[in-house]
Each structure stands twice: as C-alpha cells, then as structure tokens.
C-alpha cells in the first residue's frame, strides 16, 4: 500500500458526521495555520496555469484598489465645492448662465472626474472577472489532468482502497472547488492596498479610529475562523457518505442500470436511501449554518456600534469647526468602506485559511507514491522470452484481509507455452494473473522472468510485453476503432492494425454490421451511440489484446457473455494465434481449457493440480470432479 510522504502531514482524522457538526473534530487553531502552507505551492500552480494572464489580473487589481480613496476623496471636494458657492453668494437664474458664467467650471470638472472614476472602476471590475474565469478554467484543466496523471501512476491496490477513494474524491472535487480561492487570494492584495489608503486619510484626521477599528472586528474575525474549522471538518466526515450519495443517485438513474431498477421495483428503495443519507446530511449543515448566522450576527453588531462611535465623533468635530461638511462626509465614508474592508480582510484571512485546509485534500493526493515502479536501474525486459516465468512460493495477501489470495504457490510458466488456470471462485486465479503483469507485487517469495526477480525489469516495457483482457473489461464509449485502438494507444490511428485485430478477435462480423463500422460510436451514454450485446462487446474487447505485439497474452474469462460454440472458436484462434507466444487463459468451460498445453488447478490460493486435461482426469481429483459436473449438464 503506497503511502504519503511522511513530510506531508495528513488532513485531520475523519470525525463522526454528528460530532463533526458539533464541537468534536475541529482542526485546531494550528492546523489551520499549518495549512496555509498550501498557498505558495498552489499560487505557483496558477502562475504555471498562465504567467501573463496572472499578472495582468493582478496589475489591474492594484489599479482598481486605489480607485475608492479617490473617488471618496473627490466626493469630498465636490461637496466642498458646492458648499463654497453657497458660502460666496453666487446667484444665477438657470443652469445656462451659470455654466456659460464659468461659475460651475470646477464643480462641473469635479463631478465629471467623479463620473470617469466610477465607470473606470466598473470597467476594470468586469475585466478582473473576465480575466479570473479565463484563469480559473485553465487551471482547472491544468488540474485536471496532473491529478489523472497522478492517478494513472498509483497502484491498483491503491484503488481498491476504501480510504484512498476517499481521497481521490476529496482531490477530484478541489481540481474545480478551489478557484474561489484564486479570486479570494488576489482580492485580498487588492483590498489590502485600499486598506493602506484609506488608513493614510484616517492617520491624517483622526488616528486613535484604527484602534477603534481593530477592537471592534477582532471578535468576527474569531467567530468566522471558528465556523470556517467546522464546516471543514464536517464537510471531510462526511466523504464516505457523499460518495454514497452520488452512487445511488447514478444507480437510479443510469442506462446501466434501468433495467434491473425497473425489474425489481428498485426504485423506491434507492430513492428512500438517497433521502435518509441526503436528510442527515441537510441536518448536519443547517444545525452549523443556524449556528453560524446567530453568532454572526452579535459578533456583526459589535463592528457597527464601533462604526457609530466614530461617526458620532467625526460629526461632533465637525459641529466645533474643525471638519468640513466635505470632511465629514469623506471621513465617515472612508470610516465606513475601512471597517468593511478590515472586517472583510479578516474574515477572508479565516476564510482562505480554512480553503487552505481544503487544498491538503489535493496536495496530500499528489504526495502518495506509488510502491510498484521501475528500479532506479532497471533492466530491459528480454525479447524474445527466453525460458519464462518461475512463481517462486509465491503469497499474496489483500489489505486488511484475513485470509491469504495465494500461499506457497510455485510452478513454471514456460516460454511458448499455453497456460490455463481453473478452480471455482475465489481460488486465486485473476490475483495470479495481476501478480504476472505486476500490478500487485507478492508479500512472500518472487516472480522470476528469464531468472531474474520481476521487480527488476522496467516497468513500463513489462505491461507493454503483456496482453491482458479481464473478465470485468472496460465498455468504452468510443468508436468501435477507438475501443479497439485503446489496446495499443500508440497505434490508436493505425487502421489496419485495428482491422487485423479485430479479425483475429471474430470481432469484424460485428463491426462490419454497424451502420458507420469502425467510425461507429458505441454504447448507449451518447446520442449517435449504438449499444451492443454482451457477446459483441466481449469480442471487441479481446480485439484490444491483439491489437499488442505482446509476448505473453492473457484472456481472464472474457467470454462469458458468449456461447459454448463461439466460447470454443474464440479460444481455437487464441491457440493458433499465440504461437510462439506464451499465453494464460482462464476459463470455467473444461471444453475450452482442455486445448492447452497445461492446466493448473488451484484451490483457496494453492496449487492443487498441475497436468494435461488427460493426466488430470486419470487424477481423479477436483479437476475430475468439477468436469463431470459441467458434462453432467449437457447430457
């Protein structure tokens, strides 16, 4: 099991749902400072995304934010101007002679400053939006695909890890949930550089109101770090049963599976569980959000009593003459967007401080490293296979299992040879075939190739040598070509090739009889999409092993859609196909496996038998028996 790097520290402990509403498993204070730690590398993933997209934004964000003080500012001369024209006694009939008086000139230039400052403002607000949505899809793309990258290099034994899927949902909703965090992040430094100008108009009349300022949003600023925490930590409790959400929400309304919902009535029963998980869910959040907006609004009220308190004073200066009407009017402004800022500022610090908690669900994704990779010096994986493959007492163990897939388990697959392995379910069969291809490595003992430990061959050049069709084979919602060409992506647009394999496959009949052959989309997911019978897709998907230059092949009973008689013709092509190759193949069909050059039994994990389909009858053990049993049903 592939861990995380024991640099990274792990995301907080998942809580139980209803404690996480509550008190209980609250990142603590250091957490959540420790978790800004996610800022630097995420901002430089957004300067990566697009270096002149993001200085742009920002550049203009740095304009936009001196544009308030002055707008404030030249409404106080305005004011002030108005006020000095009635002071001085000017008297004009109509607005014309006025204007034509030059009396109004500086009001009138005032006013028209004003108005440019403001569509300026409106206008670089909508630019900055612009821009942050051009960099938000780019990096959520860019995301996007550096987390199926990273995915792509974990282990399988990775994926069937309940915890882990938790992770990789966690992550794949940050991938598109965290931009917020980008326009945030960036609004801050914008606000923060308003801030500084407005502090300076304050600092010049009235200092002891940044005080007042500081005394009165330091309680909101607490409150909201504290609901921030809360909301995290109930919203990472609840990861396994979102998951669940979203799985009865597919399984009761997906092509895939309306036909067995309609069968049995399942629908009401999905739709009852969606509702039970979905109302604890709805619970768990509105007991946080009443709670959020009661102490909210107290810790709002102390802001706004401090911002009375100085407006009371400003105006009392003001009524002794030592304010203007205009200062009046620019200082409890000013007063008023500070404390909104402040408040804003703080509130966001706890806000991007708890989104920075929500980034470790992505960054402590990318930390896990895979166990399974190439040896620094690996060697080249031989061609052509030489003597083959030795199992060496090979044991295998699933996490968390308690009972062993394989145990002591040695035998020989020779170069050239054609393989089969039976034994009823859960007998080790396709763990056997994963531990070939080396997406799980053994826990006892080695798998040699040619004489040397598998672990010591190249990774990747390993599985291209290896053709493998499971029986729980992918249906993709490509062109019949494309689902093909997925066996050898590299060759994805050789048709020729395609064509070939599906020949080999039996597959061609089916393809020739779509209305568009190979350029044919199949399944029923898209529009234009042609569904096929389990039968047809099984050949198309062996298709895909041909369409390898591989040295060993491997067929994981992919014909269980088919037919006794088709079962047995695609198995005959297998065998004439596969000389000089060296082929696996598992089957439950005796009439099938008996065409292989060898036969292993297995049974819970061990081999058991190992012989021609002659010398294991003339054995007369389970492999006897399970044959009678199959021929018994065709008499």
């Given amino acids: 099991m592939s861990r995380p790097d024991p640099a990274t520290p792990a995301p907080p402990a998942p809580s139980d749902p209803a404690r996480a509403a509550g008190h209980a498993g609250k990142p603590s204070l250091r957490?959540?400072?420790?978790?800004?730690?996610?800022?630097?590398?995420?901002?430089?993933?957004?300067?990566?995304?697009?270096?002149?997209?993001?200085?742009?934004?920002?550049?203009?964000?740095?304009?936009?934010?001196?544009?308030?003080i002055?707008?404030?500012?030249?409404?106080?001369?305005?004011?002030?101007?108005?006020?000095?024209l009635v002071a001085s006694g000017v008297h004009v009939d109509s607005l014309a002679q006025a204007w034509h008086g030059g009396q109004l000139d500086t009001l009138a230039a005032l006013l028209l400053l004003e108005f440019g400052l403001a569509?300026?403002?409106?206008?670089?607000?909508?630019?900055?939006?612009?821009?942050?949505?051009?960099?938000?899809?780019?990096?959520?793309?860019?995301?996007?695909?550096r987390l199926m990258e990273h995915a792509a290099n974990l282990d399988l034994e990775?994926?069937?890890?309940?915890?882990?899927?938790?992770?990789?949902?966690?992550?794949?909703?940050?991938?598109?949930?965290?931009?917020?965090?980008?326009?945030?992040?960036?609004?801050?430094?914008?606000?923060?550089?308003?801030?500084?100008?407005?502090?300076?108009?304050?600092?010049?009349?009235?200092?002891?109101?940044?005080?007042?300022?500081?005394?009165?949003?330091?309680?909101?600023?607490?409150?909201?770090?504290?609901?921030?925490?809360?909301?995290?930590?109930?919203?990472?409790?609840?990861?396994?049963?979102?998951?669940?959400?979203?799985?009865?929400?597919?399984?009761?309304?997906?092509?895939?599976?309306?036909?067995?919902?309609?069968?049995?009535?399942?629908?009401?029963?999905?739709?009852?569980?969606?509702?039970?998980?979905?109302?604890?869910?709805?619970?768990?959040?509105?007991?946080?959000?009443?709670?959020?907006?009661?102490?909210?609004?107290?810790?709002?009220?102390?802001?706004?009593?401090?911002?009375?308190?100085?407006?009371?004073?400003?105006?009392?200066?003001?009524?002794?003459?030592?304010f203007s009407i205009g200062d009046l009017t620019f200082l409890a402004g000013s007063f008023r967007r500070l404390r909104q800022l402040l408040e804003g500022l703080l509130v966001g610090f706890s806000q991007v401080a708890g989104q920075a908690l929500y980034l470790d669900d992505l960054f402590s994704f990318f930390q896990i490293e895979p166990e399974i990779a190439s040896p620094a010096d690996a060697a080249a994986v031989p061609k052509p296979i030489r003597t083959g493959f030795v199992f060496d007492n090979v044991g295998f163990r699933y996490p968390d299992a308690e009972h062993w897939a394989l145990r002591g388990l040695s035998f020989e697959l020779r170069a050239g040879e054609v393989l089969a392995l039976v034994g009823e379910n859960g007998a080790g069969k396709t763990t056997l075939v994963k531990l070939l291809a080396r997406l799980y490595d053994p826990d006892e003992g080695r798998i040699l190739l040619d004489g040397r430990d598998l672990r010591e061959y190249d990774l990747d050049q390993l599985r291209a040598s290896i053709g493998v069709i499971f029986q729980d084979f992918v249906r993709y919602h490509l062109t019949a070509g494309e689902n093909i060409g997925v066996g050898q992506i590299d060759a994805?647009?050789?048709?020729?090739?395609?064509?070939?394999?599906?020949?080999?496959?039996?597959?061609?009949?089916?393809?020739?009889?779509?209305?568009?052959?190979?350029?044919q989309q199949i399944g029923r997911r898209f529009k234009t999409g042609v569904d096929l019978s389990g039968g047809q897709w099984q050949k198309i998907a062996i298709a895909?092993?041909?369409m390898r230059d591989a040295q060993v092949m491997i067929l994981d009973e992919p014909t269980a859609a088919l037919d006794a008689r088709a079962e047995f013709e695609v198995f005959q092509r297998f065998k004439e196909l596969s000389q000089d190759k060296t082929a696996v193949l598992i089957s439950h069909r005796f009439s099938s496996v008996r065409m292989a050059d060898r036969i292993l039994v297995l049974a819970q994990g061990r081999l058991e038998a190992s012989g021609t389909h002659e010398e294991l009858l003339a054995q007369g053990g389970r492999y006897a028996e399970l044959f009678e049993l199959q021929a018994a049903g065709y008499r």
Avoid: C
């Fill in 119 to 145: 569509v300026g403002s409106d206008l670089l607000g909508r630019v900055i939006s612009y821009g942050d949505q051009l960099l938000s899809e780019l990096f959520t793309n860019a995301t996007s695909v």
């Fill in 544 to 546: 895909r092993a041909y």
């Fill in 492 to 519: 994805m647009d050789d048709g020729e090739r395609i064509r070939e394999a599906a020949r080999r496959s039996m597959a061609d009949e089916v393809i020739e009889s779509l209305p568009m052959g190979y350029d």
């Fill in 158 to 322: 990775d994926f069937e890890d309940p915890d882990l899927q938790d992770r990789l949902d966690r992550a794949r909703r940050q991938t598109v949930g965290r931009m917020s965090l980008m326009s945030q992040l960036f609004g801050q430094v914008q606000d923060t550089v308003t801030v500084i100008s407005f502090a300076v108009g304050l600092l010049v009349y009235a200092p002891w109101l940044i005080a007042l300022l500081a005394v009165a949003l330091i309680p909101a600023f607490v409150g909201e770090a504290h609901f921030n925490a809360l909301g995290y930590s109930l919203n990472y409790a609840w990861t396994p049963e979102r998951r669940q959400l979203e799985y009865v929400r597919q399984m009761g309304a997906s092509v895939e599976t309306a036909k067995e919902v309609k069968i049995f009535n399942l629908h009401r029963f999905l739709i009852a569980r969606y509702r039970q998980l979905a109302d604890k869910f709805f619970k768990a959040n509105r007991a946080l959000a009443r709670r959020r907006a009661l102490w909210g609004t107290v810790l709002a009220g102390l802001g706004t009593l401090g911002y009375y308190v100085a407006y009371g004073y400003i105006a009392w200066r003001t009524v002794k003459g030592d």
């Fill in 31 to 68: 957490e959540r400072f420790d978790a800004l730690r996610n800022l630097p590398p995420f901002l430089r993933q957004i300067w990566a995304t697009s270096p002149a997209l993001t200085l742009i934004t920002l550049g203009l964000r740095l304009v936009r934010a001196l544009l308030p």
């Fill in 70 to 84: 002055a707008t404030l500012y030249v409404g106080k001369l305005i004011i002030d101007e108005a006020v000095r």
